[in-house]
């Protein structure tokens, strides 16, 4: 066996190890950016449930005429769809969010007399939400 022939069997094996290590690490980076991104939209509407919840509780407390606005920042994959009783996900087929199209936050129960309003807030985009009494 020559020096050459063995040098070359080394390059061989260590190129071999390299497109292992690039494939397997390359398929982690895409599952740890799809569970990023669904954990991302799972907290921010949790933040935003929260956040909705106890200013309805604030304003149905208080005298009629009484108004209060919050800032909602969407999710990069979801839209908020503003009505006058709850606030509803619209997420884009295809993406890791997906699962949240269809689920409402800050539902307002009947005969509290508090009722939201605003226009519709795009994904990845900042808004405002009044709720009124």
């Known amino acids: 066996m ?3 022939q063995l040098t070359i069997e080394y390059l061989l094996i260590l190129v071999i190890l390299i497109m292992l290590f690039t ?3 390359t398929d982690l980076m895409d599952f740890a950016s ?3 991104l669904q954990i991302q939209t799972e907290q921010a509407i949790n933040i935003h449930n929260t956040t909705l919840h106890n200013t309805v509780n604030i304003v ?8 209060q606005t919050i800032t909602l920042n969407t999710p990069p994959d ?8 709850s606030i509803t996900l619209q997420c884009i087929a295809g ?3 997906q699962e949240y199209t269809g689920t409402t936050i800050g539902n307002i129960a ?3 007399g508090v009722t939201y309003s605003g ?3 795009p994904a990845s985009k900042t808004g405002k939400v009044t709720v009124e009494r």
Do not use: F, H, R, W
């Open 78 to 85: 979801c839209e908020y769809l503003v009505s006058d009783s």
């Open 2 to 4: 020559k020096k050459g």
């Open 60 to 67: 149905a407390l208080q005298a009629e005429g009484a108004k």
């Open 23 to 25: 494939s397997i690490s």
């Open 110 to 112: 009947p005969g509290t």
């Open 119 to 121: 226009e519709n807030i």
């Open 34 to 36: 799809t569970n990023t």
């Open 95 to 97: 993406t890791p969010s």
